[in-house]
């Protein structure tokens, strides 16, 4: 019958701009259509015309007494008024199914940019690091500037003995 999660996606998404009882209405007639249409799907494509019996044995007789008898098979023509009265609904679940991509393929671009402004930050970051890194082992120690020295002798200068 299909995946019932996307049809359910499908519902999701068509239930968002509906009203309370375009909501219940929609999805019993889409369900109820479905599963008739999946049930009813092996008679409607089966012989009909195999079964039929003419009363002459002329050669075509048959085909042409069966066409005479059932324009459309009653099945047929059932099915057609379906997929007729169907057809405004299906449109909208397309135009839904549509919106559903789109919004997944935005989705995706957005986590695609994100990772690749991740992974620039962190190539920035390791490359600081390097350089930080090459700064200390090349002197061998750090560098204290004289201000920073300034600040323990003029505390000791001060202070009493």
Known sequence: MG?????GGILEEVHIHSTMVGKIWLTILFIFRMLVLGVAAEDVWNDEQSDFVCNTDQPGCRNVCYDQAFPISLIRYWVLQVIFVS????VYMGH???QLRALEKERHCKKVALRRELEAVDVELAEARRRIEKEISSSGYLCISAETLGSPC????????
């Open 96 to 98: 839904a199914i549509y």
């Open 154 to 161: 003029f505390s000791a200068l001060c202070s009493p003995p």
């Open 87 to 90: 057809s405004p609904s299906l």
């Open 3 to 7: 995946d019932w999660n996307f049809l």
